[in-house]
């Protein structure tokens, strides 16, 4: 990630830097995650990687290496990016993103014939940047990201890597939309295009 922390960021981000993190990491969002991830995790003998830069710039290598590919970026074009990345290198990709009290979700096997996050989502060009969006909704006294839909999303999105690692994923190519305020939730199966710029 090359992103950095913002004020805004503070309603939902739980690894929002402390001053002293400030101090002593800046205000880069992967050295600070990095740096709290490991504190909290609970493996053995656990290493946390970490760049601040954009995903398309570390190159083909980081998406090789994974077990799974994890999508939760705004950028449509990062998003494209990493998809046709995990295609190319046959790696499951979960992506996934929230808008208010609404949220969505899916898993993609990246086997040959079946959909992928490019099949639905054909344009790559992102409008505008994190900042300026959120600059622009503050403007309009939108509050574009709130704090339980965020981690609902987050623990959905982490159940599908779960059950993707431990082989026991059922919900490949199913595209998950749900309103935490109405607590709702419907699916809807993706099919493949067979015109798929990521194919």
């Known amino acids: 990630d090359y992103d950095r922390f913002e004020d805004h960021n503070a309603t939902r981000s739980p690894f929002f830097p402390t001053p002293a993190e400030l101090a002593l990491f800046g205000d880069h969002t992967a050295p600070v995650v990095a740096h709290r991830a490991l504190a909290l995790s609970t493996a053995q003998n656990p290493q946390v990687f970490f760049r601040s830069d954009t995903v398309q710039r570390s190159g083909d290598g980081i998406v090789r290496w994974s077990d799974l590919v994890v999508s939760a970026v705004d950028s449509i074009s990062a998003r494209a990016w990493l998809a046709e990345r995990a295609r190319l290198h046959g790696k499951p990709l979960v992506e996934g ?7 969505n979700f899916s898993a993609f096997s990246a086997e040959a014939g079946t959909c992928c996050y490019r099949c639905v989502n054909p344009q790559i060009i992102s409008s505008v940047s994190c900042t300026q969006y959120a600059m622009h909704a503050e403007r309009q006294h939108i509050v574009p990201a709130i704090q339980a839909t965020a981690a609902v ?40 295009d067979p015109h798929c710029p990521g194919e």
Do not use: D, K
């Open 153 to 192: 999303l987050g623990g959905l999105m982490a159940e599908q890597v779960i059950n993707i690692i431990h082989g026991a994923v059922t919900g490949y190519g199913i595209r998950y939309y749900g309103n935490i305020r109405r607590a709702s939730m419907h699916s809807a199966l993706l099919q493949p």
């Open 97 to 103: 993103g929230f808008f208010g009290a609404e949220f």
